[in-house]
Each structure stands twice: as structure tokens, then as C-alpha cells.
């Protein structure tokens, strides 16, 4: 039986006599409702039956921001919608459904109808088979394919590859890869609340390639595939205005795709290249091997000096996507028009982004509006939290989220995570001088608490009662002055690690302090307080560090024998600029043109 929305008589208020059936008020807040619908894009279609009962299809709620305006109203993933606005809802199209949304401004009432996982999932396997049986035959077609690559040559005659991206079977366009890592970029920028996938590194096989070869090409298509298969999946992404603009075909169209209007092409494909114009080339319907010679020479090394050298490789220059459109309208996209920074006494700060641009511009900006003055203001720093929560979210990262700093030069605009104010400075002498700022010693409170709770401050039994009752009087600055006293307060910890300093590798937690570097054996997931499984080096004695992706290494001297450490961990970065900024303070402690303060 094929109905569409006009022929459903019952009136969905009547619904509400079931008890899986709900009706739900939502106040638009600041970051928006805080869902996303999926459905079919047709109106009407075959009577189904959910929970026992026929309806036609519905559209339903793909996804509901935790803690957000609909998180709080009652809505859930699955409710499928039978009301919006009293506009009876069923057998409507996605777009209908939207459209209803939107009109209702600021106030949204809904009807649902409320199914449980097994529900769910039942009605997920006929939605996919329903969409199987259109393309009987066929096969499902991947939602994109980049299925080949075409090297090409610039007026200059320097040679570059384009790959070209196919959408559900269709051409679409041709982009370079510096072109694909600026849209993974704004992409990241434009959804800060999804958690996207790895893009491809620049590096192959560890090593920066000034040209690939044929198989290196191979791989990258490959892994592009992979990556834009899994983020298009979103669809509140591959259905933005961005990712429509950036798919647009442009001048260059490969030969094996038909023109626009569905006849072949058999003109000979002219290429326009991101930055400049490029030759006409001929290209064939399989994949073309490129036309000059590709060295797979990598990149000159300059040689170690120094107690840092990093052997990083500059920042290849991406360029920006030109007139990037301003996002459409929806239900989720206030969300992302707000910087938000999460402060350790869970406060969520939410700034205007006009004018704030790079790290340093947000962190004087939470500086002002907390009301941070004088010494204190160098006291704290901006980190990014890579534990997939939402920026909304006013939760505190777990023990085993993943940190890294923000930089002052970082664009804001590229951060990957939740922006977080933390302190940063390891050295307890100077800490005492913000004794006196009220909101400085709430921060520094709260994140104390915070690390103690996390076991990243280790604590004794007793102190933890001092600590206690310290907090039980709200006498902040004591519980502060009794903290110093651990032996790595101040320090930054980090338990995803391993290590080869015993002989062989194994799993290591790390703290840095502005004294030592700390390496405890991890036993049941947490960190050994055995004298035996605890190895401490003095910076006196380090003389070399360096990092290569994921590893640092140092050599120290111990009893008069030099040792190598290799400590291996995803937050190699973060470990290095912690060793970096004990040794700088460690040099501003000595200078005494400083006059007892390091900050100048």
C-alpha cells in the first residue's frame, strides 16, 4: 500500500496515547537545538510496522548533542519524528520536515515516537535494503570514488598530479592534494563536533617526498578513498554547502568522464591547476602512469645541533579554498559559530571569533573576560583536548585523554578538539606569586583537584586528608600550599607511553617536573610506586634530546655511563614542548637580570 502524507486521517496528537509515543518541547538555546534528522527524500511510501503499529516512513533523529537543548527536552537518537510544529509529519520528505523545523524559529515541539535498539536496528536493515534493491543489479555504488589520478604539466613544465573524484558513480571534480588538505582543514573547522579520521600524511614511509612515483600514488589515492568514504558517511557534512562547493567541476575533466550533458567527451582535457594554468594533456581511460621521471629522493637533513633538534621538516604552504560560502542554515549551525574554552572549575566560555584569529588571540581574550591580571597572566596556557567531546560540553577531559598545546601562531580556525585553560608552568617557587589573585588560585585549585583525581598527581593517604580538609574550609591557597609540597605538583604527566630504558620495551608512565623526568613501570594500568619499577633523571643529567614522530629520545649520564631513553607515545609533541619549557624556565631562573621573575 503506497500512501503519501495527505492520506494519513489520524491525527498524530492522538498518538500521544501510547506510551512509547512523546511529546517534546525544545527552546532553541545558544548553540542551537542540537540535533540532526535523517529520511527518505520522497514523499509517502510503503506502510511499515514500528513498535507494532503501521505507519508510513518517517523521518527520524540521527543524532542529539549531549547535554544540548534537545538532549536536555528528552529527544533521543531513533525518535522518529511524527509531529513537528502540530504539522502531522508522517510520510513527509527530509526536506518538509526541515523546512517545518525552520519555520518554527526559536520553539520546536515535537511528537516521537520512541523505538529501542533492537527497533532500531530492524528498521536500519530495511532502510539498507530498501536502498539495495533500487540498485539491483548494480551493486551499491561507493558514495565516492577517487578512482584515478592524472599527472599534469604547468606552464613552468613542472609536473603535478590531480585526482579525480567520482560521487555515487557520477564525475565530480579533479583537485590536487594540496587542494584535498585545505578542505580537510576547513571541513575540521566548519564540524569541530566530529570526531574525523586521520588524513593522509604528506610523509610516505616516514619520509617528505618531493615527487612520487607511481606506486607512492597509488597509495595516496587509496588512502584518500578511505578517508572522504568515511567522512561523506556524515551526512549533515556531505550534505553542506561546503562540500557541494567543493565538489563543483572545473575546467579539467578526465577523459573517461562524460561531459555535463551526458555525451562523451572527446575534446582533449585542458587542466587549470590550483595555482596556476597548465598545459593540455592527453589523458586514458586507465590509470595514466606519470609522463616524467619521479625521484623518490627524500628531503636534505641539516645536521643535530644543539640540545633540541627535531628534524622536522617546514609546513608544506596549503593554499586557503577561495570564497568559501558562509554555512546554510540549519539545525546545528550555531554551534560552531562560537570559540569555546572549557576553564578548570568546569566554566565554558563562549567568544565572538570576529577578530580572534590565533591562539594568542583567544588566550588574551579568556584572560580578559575571567579577569586574570599581572603575574597570573603568564601562569596559564591553551591546550587542546583530542578526547572527541563535544566543544559544548562542559566536562573535564578524563585521565586518559590525549593533550596537546595550542600555539600563539596556531589559526584558531584549524584547532582539532576542545580548547581548554590550563596551567602551564612548572616551576612551584614561581606559582607562589599568584597567591594573591583570587580567581588565579580558583583555576589553579580546581585543576589540582582534577589531577589528584585522575592519579596524575600522585598523593599519599595523608596528605589527601589535609587536602580534604583544606577544601572542606574553602581555604583555597592552603590546600595549594600543601599540594606544592608533592613531589611532582606543577609537573605534567603521561601514561599511554613505552619505553626501552630497562632493556626491553614496555609500558611506562612519564612525568616531566621542573627538576626530573620521572619514569614509573605501568602495573594494572597505573603507574608503580616501587623503588625498583622507578627510574628518575635530573635535567643536570640529560645532554640530548630530539623527537621523531611518535618517539623521544634523550641521552643521560648516569654513574658516570651515558645512557639512551626512547620513550614512545602519541603525545610525543606535547612530552617535548613540556621538556622544552622546563629547560627555558630553568634558564630564566638562572638569569639574574630577571630579578627573581623569569616572566620579562
Known amino acids: 500500500l503506497i500512501l503519501g502524507a495527505i492520506s494519513v486521517t489520524m491525527a498524530a496528537e492522538a498518538e500521544l496515547q501510547h506510551d512509547d509515543v512523546k511529546k517534546i518541547h525544545i527552546d532553541r538555546g545558544d548553540h542551537g537545538f542540537g540535533f540532526n534528522i535523517k529520511g527518505t527524500t520522497q514523499t509517502g511510501g510503503v506502510l511499515n510496522a514500528i513498535n507494532g503499529r503501521l505507519y508510513p516512513p518517517l523521518q527520524y533523529i540521527s543524532h542529539v548533542d549531549e547535554g544540548g537543548s534537545a538532549w536536555n527536552a528528552g529527544l533521543r537518537a531513533a525518535d522518529r519524528i511524527l509531529s513537528v510544529n502540530n504539522v502531522d509529519a508522517r510520510g513527509l520528505s527530509h526536506a518538509s520536515v526541515v523546512n517545518q523545523v525552520v519555520k518554527g524559529g526559536g520553539i520546536l515541539d515535537l511528537i516521537v515516537l520512541r523505538v529501542d535498539e533492537h527497533e532500531a536496528l530492524r ?24 578512482q584515478d589520478y592524472d599527472t599534469l604539466t604547468d606552464d613552468a613544465g613542472k609536473g603535478f598530479t590531480v585526482y579525480n573524484i567520482w560521487i555515487k558513480g557520477e564525475y565530480a571534480t579533479s583537485k590536487r592534494f594540496s587542494e584535498l588538505v585545505a578542505f580537510n582543514k576547513a571541513m575540521r573547522a566548519r564540524f569541530r563536533w566530529h570526531k574525523f579520521p586521520a588524513f593522509p600524511s604528506k610523509r610516505l614511509n616516514g619520509l617528505m617526498k618531493t615527487t612520487l612515483g607511481p606506486k607512492e600514488l597509488e597509495t595516496r589515492r587509496q588512502e584518500l578513498q578511505v578517508f572522504f568514504n568515511e567522512v561523506f558517511l556524515v551526512e549533515d557534512i556531505f550534505q553542506s554547502e561546503l562540500v557541494k562547493t567543493f565538489l563543483k567541476p572545473g575546467e579539467y575533466r578526465p577523459k573517461n568522464a562524460p561531459k555535463a550533458n551526458g555525451t562523451d567527451d572527446t575534446t582533449e582535457p585542458e587542466a587549470v591547476a590550483d595555482d596556476s594554468a597548465a598545459e593540455p594533456v592527453a589523458a586514458a581511460a586507465a ?7 619521479q625521484t623518490t629522493k627524500p628531503a636534505e637533513k641539516t645536521k643535530p645541533k644543539g640540545l633540541f633538534d627535531l628534524e622536522d621538516e617546514p609546513a608544506e604552504d596549503v593554499p586557503a579554498l577561495d570564497d568559501a560560502p558562509e554555512p546554510a542554515p540549519g539545525l546545528t549551525e550555531e554551534a560552531d559559530t562560537m570559540i569555546r574554552v572549557l576553564l578548570p572549575n568546569r566554566r565554558l566560555l563562549e567568544l ?8 594568542k588571540d583567544v588566550l588574551e581574550a579568556v584572560l580578559d573576560t575571567v579577569g586574570i591580571e599581572g603575574f597570573a597572566r603568564h601562569v596559564f596556557k591553551l ?3 583530542h578526547d572527541g567531546t563535544s566543544p559544548s560540553k562542559a566536562t573535564l577531559p578524563s585521565g586518559k585523554a590525549r593533550l596537546s598545546l595550542l600555539a600563539d601562531d596556531a589559526l584558531i580556525s584549524e584547532a582539532e578538539g576542545r580548547i581548554l585553560l590550563q596551567r602551564w608552568l612548572f616551576t612551584k617557587a614561581q606559582e607562589v606569586n599568584v597567591d594573591d589573585d583570587e580567581i588565579a588560585v580558583d583555576l589553579l585549585f580546581h585543576q589540582t583537584q582534577q589531577a589528584i583525581e585522575t592519579g596524575h598527581l600522585y598523593c599519599g593517604a595523608k596528605k589527601k586528608e589535609s587536602l580534604k580538609a583544606a577544601a572542606a574550609s574553602d581555604d583555597k591557597v592552603k ?7 608533592l613531589h611532582t ?4 604527566a603521561f601514561f599511554d607511553c613505552t619505553s626501552d630504558h630497562t632493556g626491553e620495551d ?17 602495573k594494572s594500568g597505573k603507574p608503580s610506586t616501587d623503588p625498583d619499577d622507578v627510574s628518575v633523571y635530573t635535567w643536570d643529567q640529560v645532554n640530548k634530546v630530539r623527537r621523531r614522530d611518535d618517539v623521544v629520545g ?16 602519541e603525545s610525543a609533541g606535547f612530552l617535548e614542548e613540556c621538556i622544552k619549557r622546563v629547560h627555558v624556565e630553568n634558564q630564566w631562573l638562572d638569569d639574574s637580570s630577571v630579578d627573581g621573575c623569569f616572566f620579562v
Request: aromatic share 4%; net charge negative.
Open 287 to 293: 590509470p595514466p602512469v606519470p609522463t616524467t621521471e
Open 506 to 522: 614496555e609500558d611506562v608512565g612519564v612525568t616531566v617536573t621542573s627538576d626530573k623526568l620521572i619514569m614509573q613501570l605501568m
Open 383 to 385: 591546550f587542546i583536548a
Open 123 to 146: 528498521l536500519q536493515k530495511l532502510e539498507d535494503a530498501a536502498s539495495n534493491k533500487k540498485g539491483k543489479g548494480k551493486g551499491p555504488p561507493a558514495l565516492i570514488s577517487i
Open 352 to 359: 565572538d571569533p570576529e577578530e580572534l584569529e590565533t591562539g
Open 479 to 485: 590546600y595549594l600550599q600543601i599540594a606544592r609540597k
Open 554 to 569: 634523550f641521552k643521560a649520564v648516569v654513574e658516570d655511563e651515558t645512557v639512551t631513553v626512547r620513550i614512545t607515545t
Open 489 to 492: 605538583y606543577g609537573g605534567a
